[in-house]
């Protein structure tokens, strides 16, 4: 969604805009822009240049590079439409009616129309149509020569939720953010500071910031950040270092971001393990650190998630109900939150959000711990608002995921919530030593055995060009195989805009099956599990109606032979880890199925990477 960067420092602000943009850029977003506090020549007085664009961050390049303000003070945003169409006039900065007040703004100001039709009452105009421009008229109302305190007493009127960046031309020594339920960082550097609305922006220029906390304000000058409440209580700032490089962020000789990440996979698994489990398949989580007493207490597991991340608790729910025992249910945080859910202090809510920032799954959070339920949050992001809420943290240490489609994420959440359904089952005595070290051994082979689907590579592609001409795709599998449908239809219908359906085995029958015949096929998930053979039963019947079948199958079984379209060996392994390999396989299929239609893989139409609104 929206992106924000602010740039104060002894350096030329635009290029660093400039960059930070292209940076922001696979956040998803419609239009463009920044404002720069141009350094006054030969005795004029400040002023500050606007350039924006109601089309992509190449097109503001342009037109800045043609006529490129020179200052040390500015602010960036990429805009993902909310209130009002992607036009030049709703692009972001916006600013207040003398022209000197200059805002960029992520999320949605929920009382705006009320506040513009007070501030329209009082002689403002608004040119445009978004809920953010109430935001510098409102300062402009509150301003009595002191900016800060304009700042603070303007954000005690907004309901909704903000992250912020903005200046002022009458202080050209402060750059001020301010957030309340969306994300912004400060990036400290040496006479230089960056505000972002993620890390990814400046993970160029510095790996030292300061994450700012809920209902904030960081003012920032050349002496650096102080943060403060909106009462001006002044606020110890709280500096994480972060360990994402550059590298990470670049698309190292790959076509896309997307293909790049999923050729992390095994790092990704690897590195969502590294340090946390012993030969013995005792597991350790430095920021969820819990006795085995408290864990002991937990009678039900309750995780939330949405997209992919839901997919990823449907397999956390079906695996820690099988290891440990304990009841789990996986909720799509979106309804969770308007429900009334029973469940009590007994509860553990596992919140899965690669982005950690997803604003139905932090108010679903919210939601469970008011109900006493004990939180953690298995997260990408460090210090991110979910790592922040939840009582531990769980990192994925995936390094940046740039592709809209989450890949690597996916799977490094997997191997987490395998590692936690390992200790719920060990500390609840339910998985024998054997069985753990088998669990261990089998995880443990886990990034060499992805590393062997991802160098089939050219195999998947194969089948991708086969089945790209298909305007249909029904996903279909049983136990775990059944979210990795779901999650191999959602890859493909993301990035290559097929219609595709997830479905259970067992779910076919009782209707989407009327929608097969030869032009709809069906990748059927046949891999070794306890309902391998129901599965096969599956495809017989979808054979009979003449789908055409790619079929995933474990090496060595014939059972499909003459009977699935096509088929893809998969290697024998655990279930869990079949869970994962046969996403990495789908996962590609989708990816050169997309390519091969010329879609944007990486910036998908209408989607954002981290979702911040409702
Ligand atoms: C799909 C995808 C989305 C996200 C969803 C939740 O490829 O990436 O469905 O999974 O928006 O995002 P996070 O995990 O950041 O909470």
């Known amino acids: 969604m929206c992106g924000i960067i602010g740039y104060l420092g002894d350096r030329e602000a635009t290029p660093i805009l400039m960059e930070s ?19 006054p020549h030969n005795g004029d007085a400040t002023r500050t240049s606007i350039t924006k664009s109601e089309k992509k961050v190449d097109t503001l390049i342009e037109k800045l590079n043609a006529n490129m303000p020179s200052g040390r003070l500015g602010i960036g945003h990429t805009r993902w439409a909310t209130h009002g169409k992607p036009t030049y006039i709703n692009a972001h ?26 501030l329209q009452a009082a002689g403002h105009e608004f040119p445009s149509d978004t809920d953010t421009e109430v935001v510098p008229h409102l300062i402009e109302a509150n301003y009595k020569g002191d900016f800060l305190a304009a700042v603070r007493a303007a954000l005690k009127r907004i ?80 500096i994480v270092h972060v360990d994402w490089d550059v590298a990470q962020a670049q698309k190292g000789g790959f076509d896309h971001f997307m293909l790049k990440e999923i050729h992390e996979e095994p790092d990704a698994v690897a590195n969502a393990m590294r340090g946390r489990l012993t030969d013995d398949g005792v597991v350790s989580f430095r920021e969820f650190d819990l006795p085995d007493d408290d864990l002991r ?29 304990i009841p789990a249910r996986a909720e799509d945080a979106s309804e969770f939150r308007y429900r009334r859910p029973t469940f009590g202090d007994k509860t553990l809510s596992v919140v899965i959000t690669q982005s950690g920032e997803t604003a139905d799954t932090l108010v679903a959070l919210q939601q469970a711990k008011c109900r006493g339920a004990l939180s953690v949050a298995v997260t990408n992001v460090i210090a991110s608002s979910a790592a922040r809420d939840a009582d531990g943290a769980i990192y994925l240490h995936s390094g940046p995921e740039i592709g809209v489609a989450s890949t690597k994420t996916f799977v490094a959440h997997l191997s987490s919530l395998y590692l936690l359904a390992m200790k719920l089952a060990t500390v609840h005595g339910r998985v024998s030593l054997e069985r753990r070290r088998e669990l261990v051994e089998a995880l443990r082979a886990l990034p060499d055995q992805v590393q062997g689907i991802v160098d089939r590579e050219k195999e998947i592609a194969k089948l991708a060009d086969k ?14 195989g059944f979210p990795v449908a779901l999650e191999g239809a959602l890859k493909l219908k993301e990035i290559s805009y097929i219609h595709a359906e997830g479905t259970s085995g067992g779910e076919l029958k009782h209707g989407a099956i009327a929608l097969l015949d030869e032009s709809f096929p069906v990748v059927a998930i046949c891999t070794d599990s306890p309902t391998r053979e129901k599965m096969v039963s599956n495809v017989h019947e979808i054979v009979a109606r003449n789908a055409p079948v790619l079929a995933l199958v474990t090496k060595g079984d014939h059972s499909l032979d003459d009977v699935a379209t096509d088929m893809f060996e998969m290697p024998a392994v655990e279930e869990a880890s079949s869970a994962v390999l046969n996403t990495v396989m789908l996962q590609l299929f989708a990816y050169h199925v997309a390519t091969k239609l010329g879609q944007d893989v990486d910036q998908p139409r209408n989607l954002a990477k981290s979702v911040t609104v409702e």
């Open 21 to 39: 943009l292209k940076r922001l850029e696979y956040r998803g977003y419609d239009s463009a822009g920044v404002a720069v506090l141009e350094l």
């Open 93 to 118: 900065p916006h600013t207040d009616c003398k022209g000197k007040i200059f805002v960029v703004h992520n999320g949605i100001i929920e009382n705006f129309a009320e506040l513009k039709a007070e």
């Open 467 to 480: 089945y790209s001409g298909y305007k249909n795709f029904m996903f279909a599998g049983r136990g775990l």
């Open 159 to 238: 309901r909704g939720t903000y992250a912020l960046a903005m200046f002022s031309s009458d202080d050209p020594e402060l750059l001020v953010g301010a957030r309340l339920n969306a994300p912004l960082v400060v990036g400290l550097g040496d006479n230089e500071y960056w505000i972002a609305s993620d890390i990814t922006a400046i993970i160029p220029y510095t790996k030292r910031v300061l994450v700012l906390g809920e209902g904030e304000v960081a003012a920032v000058t050349p002496l650096g950040p102080e943060v403060s409440t909106l009462d001006g209580k002044t606020v110890k700032p709280k």
């Open 297 to 325: 207490r937990i009678r039900e597991v309750l995780l939330l998630g949405m997209g992919t991340s839901l997919h990823a608790a449907i397999v956390g729910e079906l695996v820690i109900e099988d290891w440990a025992g």
